[in-house]
């Protein structure tokens, strides 16, 4: 494990919108603390701060680092004094960049100076074949050479990275990790959970046309499991009137909550639709740890996650083979509950924050040298 002491560069706004990657790294500390390893700190503004405390109640502020907002020259001149003072007086060896804003790259420039940085790349759209504005300001910054390696979510980011620098050094993560004091099987019920964005990306509409599809199959069936729904999105109000015109709102439950542990601990199946990628899904990962079986799409490193059979199924990408996974899991419970005890025993043994903190520190030394 790494000794050196490590920061963790992480914007965390509006908590009600909190991701993986806030989530994650904060839990990857808080685990490391309780290992009895306090090397690891967050460097982020003073509302960042607030927002992880009020998210996070338990973490110890003391390990949170804060510097001024950017707001014009004089306050870029407070930020990087700020930044040089904690920076000098925690003897930091890497700074890690867990969710790249364009916003502060001044300032990754600036302690990029004082200590070596990595860049953590967090969206499965990074990829040869997407060529999207949002990533223009993270590919100006590879290419300027200030980085000492990138640690990245998924393996077809590799290609565009060294397109951009030859030698710069990539590691793609083999591990994921979730907090599994919250996430842990109670006595399951017959409810199958949907959790997620509702976007174009994450296709929350072939959730809704699968169960529809399994209703004009098997209606009786159908009336004994319960269907929930939750998250928000652009695609919001376009997915209720799916259900309203499919006639499914007694069928399908909606909602949001920003604490799905009560909700997937006690359901029996987790869907995903999305597109691309479900390796490193923290949501995916929780619904495993909470003793689901999983049905997803087999796209991407999903097979990472998921062994069809085994914890779960995977399909093709439409609603059809969606609901005839569905109705084959309602109609087992035998099957059902054997990958219900797999998908947990892959959560813990497997995709745990000894493994991914052993690959991570592995990361650091290496872009240390």
């Not at 950017?70 to 870029?76: D, E, I």
């Not at 030698?167 to 994921?176: E, G, H, I, L, R």
């Amino acid at each position: 494990m790494i000794r050196e002491r490590v920061a963790i560069f992480l914007m965390v706004g509006d908590v009600s919108g909190v991701g993986g990657v806030e989530r994650f790294y904060v839990d990857f500390i808080a685990a490391n603390q309780k290992k009895g390893y306090h090397n690891f700190d967050i460097i982020t503004t003073r509302q960042g701060k607030k927002n992880i405390l009020k998210l996070f109640p338990g973490f110890p502020g003391r390990h949170i680092y804060t510097f001024p907002t950017l707001n014009n020259r004089f306050s870029y001149s407070i930020s990087c004094l700020s930044l040089y003072s904690i920076i000098k007086r925690r003897g930091y060896k890497i700074i890690h960049i867990a969710n790249f804003d364009s916003y502060y790259e001044p300032l990754y420039d600036f302690i990029s100076d004082l200590t070596k940085i990595t860049l953590n790349i967090i969206d499965c759209r990074f990829a040869p074949e997407f060529e999207d504005p949002r990533y223009l300001a993270i590919k100006r910054f590879i290419g300027k050479g200030h980085l000492s390696g990138i640690y990245s979510w998924y393996k077809n980011a590799e290609e565009p990275v060294h397109l951009l620098k030859s030698d710069m050094y990539f590691k793609a993560a083999s591990y994921c990790f979730t907090n599994y004091e919250r996430f842990f099987p109670e006595e399951k019920t017959k409810t199958i959970v949907f959790a997620a964005r509702l976007s174009m990306f994450k296709r929350p509409d072939h959730f809704v046309k699968a169960i529809a599809i399994c209703m004009k199959q098997n209606a009786q069936l159908i009336g004994e499991w319960e269907f929930l729904l939750y998250g928000n999105g652009e695609m919001d109000h376009e997915i209720r009137d799916l259900i309203s015109k499919a006639g499914l709102s007694d069928i399908i439950k909606t909602g949001f909550s920003q604490h799905l542990n009560t909700v997937l601990n006690r359901s029996a199946v987790f869907v995903s639709t999305q597109m691309y990628e479900n390796f490193t899904s923290l949501s995916m990962l929780e619904a495993m740890a909470s003793g689901n079986a999983i049905i997803s799409y087999r796209v991407g490193q999903t097979d990472v996650f998921v062994q069809d059979k085994v914890n779960g199924i995977l399909t093709e990408e439409k609603p059809e083979a969606l609901a005839e996974a569905m109705i084959h899991l309602m109609q087992n419970p035998l099957s059902l509950k054997s990958m219900q005890e797999q998908s947990r025993k892959m959560a813990c043994e497997v995709h745990n924050v000894d493994n991914f903190s052993e690959e991570c520190s592995d990361f650091w030394q290496t872009a240390m040298k």
